[in-house]
T-cell receptor, first 112, second 112 residues
């Protein structure tokens, strides 16, 4: 089955700096990679996603890059703000059955 | 995005009793829903895939006789934790599939 690894597990940055979270996956059939933000005690919220037919996608301060050959994808947050503080999860899906397999999460703290 | 609700938001029960959790898609029809379990400061662990009108597909290691899933309509899936024990205490989250997965707010179960 799919195995998704995520690094780092914790990340602290100064407000205004950039944050990068990296994930690797094992199943070459995976073709959809969403990123979720989860605040304490709340539901995961989709923040950006990418499909395997593109290498990069950007939405304002958030971008995701995908390297299919190396089987890794990354989340980039620029000009971080305190409200970006949360736990971020990456996931991979092969489309068959649409199951998502999640990474272990990254706890991001943005220091004002 | 699509909206998913869950009920109850939290429940406390005695060991040996059964607990039913409802997951509803409010503004879309969800042929497929998913059930996850999340321990404190950990990732989302997929328990099962719930398909409307057919039997659920359970992930390896998840006891299907203990975690009963019913998906009787296009907007409702239920998870029943049978004969609950303290080790079943956890945060249970469902999601509905609408292009991507949209998560419910979760149910915090405490078994005494």
């Amino acid at each position: 089955g799919e195995n998704v690894e995520q690094h780092p597990s914790t990340l602290s940055v100064q407000e205004g700096d950039s944050a990068v979270i990296k994930c690797t996956y094992s199943d070459s059939a995976s073709n959809y990679f969403p990123w979720y933000k989860q605040e304490l005690g709340k539901r995961p919220q989709l923040i950006i996603d990418i499909r395997s037919n593109v290498g990069e996608k950007k939405d304002q301060r958030i971008a995701v890059t995908l390297n299919k050959t190396a089987k890794h994808f990354s989340l980039h947050i620029t000009e971080t703000q305190p409200e970006d503080s949360a736990v971020y999860f990456c996931a991979a899906s092969s489309g068959t059955g649409n199951q998502f397999y999640f990474g272990t999460g990254t706890s991001l703290t943005v220091i004002p | 995005g699509a909206v998913v609700s869950q009920h109850p938001s939290r429940v406390i029960c005695k060991s040996g009793t059964s607990v039913k959790i409802e997951c509803r898609s409010l503004d879309f029809q969800a042929t497929t829903m998913f059930w996850y379990r999340q321990f404190p400061k950990q990732s989302l662990m997929l328990m099962a895939t719930s398909n409307e009108g057919s039997k659920a597909t359970y992930e390896q290691g998840v006891e299907k006789d203990k975690f009963l899933i019913n998906h009787a309509s296009l907007t409702l899936s239920t998870l029943t934790v049978t004969s609950a024990h303290p080790e079943d205490s956890s945060f249970y989250i469902c999601s509905g599939l609408a292009g991507t997965q949209y998560f419910g707010p979760g149910t915090r179960l405490l078994v005494l």
